[in-house]
């Protein structure tokens, strides 16, 4: 960690011959690449995991990430760019960062990508553990912006924490006092169970992640992040107590323009990877997203998973999350018994709430 005195100096990321950031396969969540993997997230504040999604995966992901779009759109307009327009595009989720839906969403592919053995592999490996649950995020689609301006989305970095009760805070008190007042039954809810990481003192490892569906190259926009900046997190709070006053205590999640932290816009480099490869990053570092300035969509699947043993996973809370979790496969014609996997036998059962 770097003291007070010293100036933030992020590291340089390896890329390979095609300028794709390093990446690693994993065999198992225990494997030796494993360890250079946890090693590359420890020093970097995140790592690339390839081939995590099959071809024909991404490919069945991307169509259904149109027809999430398409049903938003209320029309067919995948095939035709000139219907891409901001009227169509607004009524998709959150055009200005590409995100597709407002909330969590749960198709049938989104719901079962979530538990492919792979990506479940990545997470093991960095948390440390097999047993683990899964959040319900979204999916991300940059339109092409080279031919289009107006459809660019914004340059951001942003935090998905409140760093300041992050670092303030001596137990996890709020945190635990957040989560089991969630119900489930709101899309929102997993958004508030994926921004609560807990405080530095108890030292939780938080990991997001994303898998890009098709090769994510510099020019096609998409996920950046400053390297390293995990470590620098307590400094840089210290560095920018003026700015608690502005985003408060309160707000999980917290968006810094350029002329606020332009330090960092230059430190951010973007994290080219090829397709079906996963990205996982520590929630403590900063990250985000610039603009897709090539001829091609930019594809991607947003994703959380934690430890399933935790002081947090109340009784209560378990039950209402395994009831919101069985509505929606319900209503997307799932079956818990026949379509979905579990870790062991012993979080195979619905009663305790631990549904992956």
């Not at 998905?160 to 709101?186: A, G």
């Not at 090769?215 to 992040?225: H, K, Q, R, V």
């Not at 700015?243 to 002329?259: A, D």
């Amino acid at each position: 960690m770097a003291t007070a005195t010293e100036k933030f100096q992020p590291p340089t990321v390896p890329r390979d011959s095609e300028g794709f950031v390093k990446s690693f396969n994993l065999s198992s969540y225990d494997c030796p690449e494993a360890d250079d993997a946890c090693a590359f997230f420890d020093q970097y504040g995140f790592v690339v995991i390839a081939n995590v999604f099959t071809p024909e995966q991404c490919a069945e992901t991307i169509s259904d990430i149109w027809n999430v779009v398409e049903s938003f759109a209320e029309q067919s307009i995948r095939n035709d760019e000139n219907l891409w327009d901001a009227q169509r595009w607004r009524r998709t989720g959150h055009e200005q960062v590409g995100l597709v839906g407002n909330a969590s969403l749960w198709t049938r592919q989104i719901i079962l990508n979530r538990q492919t053995p792979a990506l479940h592999t990545a997470f093991a490996a960095v948390l440390g553990t097999r047993k683990l649950l899964t959040n319900h995020d979204r999916y991300a689609l940059f339109r092409p912006a080279q031919m289009h301006s107006e459809r660019g989305t914004m340059t951001n970095l942003h935090l998905d924490m409140n760093p300041w009760i992050y670092l303030q805070d001596t137990d996890n008190s709020y945190q635990i006092s957040v989560l089991s007042r969630l119900s489930y039954k709101r899309d929102n809810d997993w958004i508030t169970e994926n921004n609560e990481p807990g405080c530095s003192a108890i030292g939780e490892r938080h990991v997001q992640g994303l898998v890009n569906l098709t090769d994510n190259l510099e020019e096609d926009g998409g996920f950046w992040l400053v390297p390293g900046f995990h470590k620098y997190l307590p400094q840089w709070t210290i560095e920018h107590e003026n700015l608690l006053s502005q985003y408060g205590l309160c707000s999980t999640f917290n968006l810094f323009k350029e002329s606020v932290v332009p330090e960092l816009y230059a430190a951010a480099c973007h994290i080219s990877s090829r397709a079906g490869s996963a990205i996982l990053w520590d929630q403590r570092t900063m990250h985000g997203s610039r603009a897709n300035n090539s001829l091609r969509p930019r594809y991607a699947q947003f994703f959380k998973m934690f430890p399933a043993e935790h002081p947090a996973m109340t009784e209560k809370r378990a039950e209402n999350r395994r009831n919101g979790i069985l509505t929606k496969l319900r209503a997307v014609n799932i079956s818990p018994e026949t379509d979905l996997s579990f870790w062991d036998e012993s979080c195979s059962d619905l009663n305790n709430g631990l549904i992956k």
